[in-house]
């Protein structure tokens, strides 16, 4: 593929893509504006985005001992039946789908009776003690008091039964994650007695870890880092979580927080509410992991806190940086594009290729905020193309553009990517194998290894030229 | 995961515990994408198009492109009206296809958009079409949204414009993957009748790697064949859920008579299609096809004592489940619990055709066995636990049953979304049935092999 220079990527906005959309879009280097974003989609466009719905259950789906009912016509309870990968190490309650499954009548009479029934019937069957019911379009359309059925089954069973106000149409998936933290919020019991010592360190060593969902298991090799180092970890929000590991949130010293665009708005409360102060922190990829647990570490101010991290960088590294410098020989030169859900994610992921060896020529997310895209501009290399709420046409004009080898992306990207010959990694819910940590820097390299380097992509340019030239 | 299923059966009025169905819009999107050069359009909030894209990419894995209103706030107090005049604007100068194919969404339709007045009030470049179909999320299924854009094609697009009918058949395939769309357009061809088959999704979700990125593969339904739909003597729908709204839509507004058929899965029923197309369009039945049902045949006499009195349930979509009921009726097995998603009738279209039809067949045979439209997959697990079985066929989401139960899984229908390579398989046509046999087969085999005692493995089977 020929690498076109940077000016032909700025005429290529400027000629092929809609005037609504060019201030989404910045290559690094070549332009003074802003990069827009935390916008609404244009209508009309191929947005990759999904909406409040989505956002919510995103974050609230790993609380494996919920029953997540979805007040609503059945689509929105189909499409997210058990479609993430959230590891579970006890209920698998949560891999159900329970929908009201609204009908014509329902939703011109409405539907809080049926809601009731149908959380009367769950409960009897399941015996949870914690029911998240999801608003849906039409719920927030004809007006159900979401708030007054869900009162009046929490009182009848005994149990918490907790609306989400998640109504497609009220935001972009971003209102969706601070939906879902209002609901966490209502969960979380104030400890009894004081506050517990609210700077790091001062008093217990147990850490609220924020923004993990246990995708292939890896909020569990987080946990067993930082116990490496003598912290515990209170609950992971939401990773595995469990009714009752939720309530005592506020029993932690510290929060860190790794998904910041899903997380921030909990956090912020949590320390607002009960003065727990909270840390960035990412574990993709080496640097990112070691500067984290060095963080933790600093923040608890502990010498012997200190040491055990980095003894633990010492080992997990030395194990591991023999494997990426050899996948870093195989990758040399190798570009890659990324189109995911988040900045934190983003941000991560050209760290984690650079450790690799392997350029990012084009970044974006959905909904990532505007912070995060002054972070990419800082780290990316000049001719970066940067862009928020691509659509596909705009991310193959780029790929091709920039001659990635490769995109990162999730669920709709990958057959696009396909198409175009360029391989792929799903680092979203479809990842098989943990990415996070120290061993996750080890699979991001396999797996990176497996796509770019696997025979197929020998085959498919030149179907007719090479079948002809050999005649 | 299914550890809490009760064996006691108990009537529910709260909604559904694993569905066996999913909403109208995404049955319409994927009939849109059997029309070439179209671009489907949701009207409603983001999350319905980018659920529909995410669900078909998974089950396809194929690229697919369809637009949104991207409702707000705003838009679902005063109307999306603004919001689909925008779309409409945005989609033919951006992505410019030829028709651009709405459909509405729960939302939309609570707050009473007026599609078609939006649409007339709207810009359309010269020479682009927009057709519209109403697919409350509230109403039937998926597969009724299929059928309800299927039916849209059929108001907007077909015109009886000659005198004389022409000796051409319309083929409604109904909600099946273009591997058998390909595969029932094959058998048309060998039978030497022309035809037009709408929608058709073989080289959109089927194309081939060719190392580009085409908003529209070139496959799908003509809009100038759709049009001429209204000249031809003769609708074959397959499928009374998913087709036989269009073709008699077809039948009123150009007077092409309208014949429904089953979905041509297994013998009988591929015989029945074979037949009337023979009838109708006085045509032999040409050597090769013979040649086709005789291997078919003869691989059920191969393999019959397999399947002899194997219980199994199958479950799926009503048109593709009365289909394979029907087969392993011919294969002797026998299916003691038959269900669909899929509400037993929509307004105006087939009422109740699903559990008659598949009754009758059971009683027939002197099997005794459950049937249920509407139903959801926690009763069908219950009717397992009550009543075992030794095969489940299904999409992928019986997967957990079959866990749970210890049995093993026939995958069939949609959405599979844990295999591959099944949306160019077809299971309709002689070869299809072939296909079906070889796949029950195995799974019975290699199940029996597994539990088998070292002693008891057999090298000749």
């Known amino acids: 593929m020929e690498r076109c220079d940077d000016m032909s990527t700025v005429n290529l906005l400027k000629d092929q893509l809609v005037e609504e959309r060019k201030s989404f879009i910045v290559v690094k280097g070549r332009q003074k504006n802003q990069l827009k974003c935390e916008a609404d989609s244009i209508a009309g466009c191929v947005s990759q985005r999904a909406c409040v719905y989505c956002g919510a259950r995103v974050v609230l789906n790993p609380v494996t001992d919920a029953i997540h009912l979805v007040h609503g016509p059945i689509g929105c309870a189909s499409y997210t039946w058990d479609i993430r990968g959230s590891l579970s190490s006890g209920s698998e309650l949560y891999r159900n789908s329970f929908s009201t499954d609204l009908k014509e009548n329902d939703v011109i009479f409405g539907s809080e009776k049926k809601l009731a029934r149908a959380i009367d019937e769950l409960v009897e069957k399941y015996n949870a003690g914690l029911v998240f019911v999801y608003s849906t379009c039409v719920v927030g359309v004809i007006g159900d008091d979401l708030e007054a059925v869900c009162r009046a089954a929490a009182k009848k069973h005994g149990i918490e039964v907790i609306p989400v106000q998640s109504s497609g149409f009220i935001g972009n998936k971003s209102a969706g994650y601070r939906a879902a933290c209002d609901a966490l919020l209502r969960l979380i019991e104030l400890p009894a007695g004081k506050l517990p010592g609210r700077t790091a360190g001062s008093g217990g060593r147990s850490v609220n870890y924020l923004g993990d969902f246990n995708l292939a298991g890896e909020a569990w090799i987080i946990t067993n880092y930082l116990k490496s180092m003598g912290v515990d970890v209170n609950v992971v929000f939401t990773g595995d979580a469990t009714h009752q590991s939720l309530k005592k949130a506020a029993t932690a010293s510290l929060n860190i927080m790794q998904c910041a665009g899903s997380m921030a708005y909990l956090a912020r409360r949590m320390e607002e509410l009960y003065g727990i102060p909270y840390l960035k922190v990412s574990f993709l990829g080496l640097e990112d992991t070691s500067a984290s647990l060095r963080k933790i570490a600093a923040a608890f101010k502990d010498p012997e806190m200190m040491r055990r991290a980095e003894e633990l960088i010492a080992r997990e590294t030395a194990g591991v940086r023999p494997v990426i410098e050899q996948y870093r020989e195989k990758l040399r030169g190798k570009k890659a594009a990324i189109y995911v859900g988040g900045g934190f994610k983003a941000i991560s992921l050209v760290k984690q290729f650079r450790e690799i060896g392997i350029d990012v020529v084009m970044v974006g997310t959905q909904t990532g905020r505007e912070e995060e895209y002054q972070t990419l501009h800082d780290i990316a290399d000049d001719g970066t193309v940067i862009l928020d709420d691509a659509n596909p046409s705009e991310l193959e004009k780029f790929m091709l553009e920039k001659g990635a080898h490769l995109l990162v992306g999730g669920v709709k990207e990958r057959p696009l990517a396909y198409k175009l010959g360029v391989a792929f990694i799903d680092h979203n819910h479809d990842r098989k194998h943990p990415l996070s940590g120290f061993v996750g820097a080890i699979n991001f390299a396999r797996e990176v290894y497996s796509t770019v380097c696997s025979p197929v992509w020998k085959y498919t340019r030149g179907m007719g030229g090479v079948l002809h030239a050999q005649e | ?461």
């Open chain 2, 1 to 461: 995961m299914l550890d809490c299923t009760p064996k006691e059966i108990k009537e529910r009025s709260g909604g559904v515990i694993n569905p066996a169905k999913t909403c109208q819009p995404i049955g319409a999107m994927y009939a849109a994408l059997g029309i070439r050069n179209c671009l489907p359009h949701s009207h409603g909030s983001q999350g319905c198009c980018a659920y529909h894209r995410s669900h078909l990419t998974r089950h396809f894995r194929e690229p697919i492109m369809a637009t949104t209103s991207s409702f707000t706030e705003g838009a679902s107090v005063f109307g999306g009206g603004g919001n689909l005049k925008t779309a409409i604007k945005n989609v033919f100068a951006i992505y410019n296809p030829d028709v651009m194919a709405i459909h509405t969404t729960c939302l939309s339709e609570t707050i009473g958009d007026d599609i078609p007045t939006i649409i007339k009030s709207a810009e359309i470049p010269e020479g682009k079409l927009v057709i519209h179909a109403n697919t409350p999320s509230y109403q039937g299924s998926h597969v009724t949204g299929f059928s309800n854009m299927t039916k849209a094609m059929v108001s907007y697009l077909a015109e009886a414009t000659s005198e004389t009918k022409k000796e051409q058949v319309n083929i409604i395939p109904g909600f099946v993957n273009p591997g058998d769309m390909r595969e029932i357009k094959r058998l048309v061809t060998k039978m030497s009748i022309k035809f037009i088959m709408f929608p058709d999704t073989s080289g959109v979700l089927d194309s081939p790697m060719t190392g580009k990125f085409v908003m529209y593969p070139g496959g799908g339904a003509r809009v100038e064949e759709i049009r001429d739909s209204g000249n031809s003597m003769l609708t074959v729908a397959l499928g009374a859920y998913a087709s036989s709204d269009a073709a008699h839509l077809l039948e009123r507004k150009c007077n092409v008579p309208a014949m429904t058929l089953k979905t041509p899965i297994g013998i009988k029923a591929t015989d029945e299609f074979l037949m009337t197309l023979r009838g109708k369009f006085v045509r032999e039945v040409p050597y090769a096809l013979e040649e086709e049902r005789g291997q078919l045949v003869d691989a059920m006499i191969d393999l019959h004592h397999q399947f002899h009195g194997k219980k199994v349930a199958i479950f799926g979509d009503p048109d593709i489940v009365i289909g394979l009921t029907e087969f392993v009726l011919s294969l002797g097995m026998r299916p003691v619990h038959v269900l669909t998603g899929t509400p037993g009738g929509t307004l105006g279209g087939p009422q109740d055709i699903f559990e008659k039809e598949i009754t009758e067949m059971l009683a027939k045979a002197g099997i005794e066995g459950r049937v249920k439209a509407a139903g959801d997959l926690f009763e069908l697990h219950q009717w397992i636990k009550n009543d075992p079985v030794d095969l489940l066929i299904g999409n992928t989401y019986g997967k957990y049953i079959a866990r749970a139960e210890d049995i093993p899984l026939v995958r069939v229908g949609f959405p599979i979304l844990d295999r591959g390579m099944h949306h160019y398989m077809p299971i309709v046509g002689y070869r299809g049935a072939m296909r079906l046999v070889e796949m029950i087969s195995n799974a019975l085999l290699d199940r029996r092999e597994r539990d088998a005692a070292d002693e008891d493995v057999e090298l000749v089977m």
